[in-house]
């Protein structure tokens, strides 16, 4: 069983910046192994990949995404990173971290609860 738990989502201006976290538990993950993923939701449109990281450190970005936000991982704190810069309204949508415990891009089968964020025009 896995449990992520995002965080640090919110109200922000457009052009503004937000971190968010995903803290991961569960006695059968191997967090250093695992991939792990950003995916954002909007009203109406379907789930898509923001970012994702390997085991590695090797990233994998949306082409929507690339150069302004960045994903990063602590194993230690079982955490993965995604700093989001240059915030637009397009970028308003609920963010989901995803768990993928082998070596693809392909989301996996843990998926947190979601946070919210919203961008201001």
């Known amino acids: 069983q896995v449990q992520l738990v995002e965080s640090g989502g919110g109200l922000v201006q457009a052009g503004g910046s937000l971190r968010l976290s995903c803290v991961a538990s569960g006695s059968t993950f191997t967090f250093s192994r695992a991939v792990i993923g950003w995916y954002r939701q909007a009203p109406g449109k379907q789930r898509e990949l923001v970012a994702a990281i390997s085991s590695a450190g090797n990233t994998n970005y949306a082409d929507s995404t690339k150069g302004r936000f960045t994903i990063s991982r602590d194993n230690a704190k079982k955490t993965v990173y995604l700093n989001l810069n240059s915030l637009n309204p397009e970028d308003t949508a609920v963010y989901y971290c995803?768990?993928?415990?082998?070596?693809?891009?392909?989301?996996?089968?843990?998926w947190g609860q979601g946070t919210q964020v919203t961008v201001s025009s």
């Open positions: 995803n768990a993928q415990s082998i070596p693809t891009w392909r989301p996996g089968d843990y």
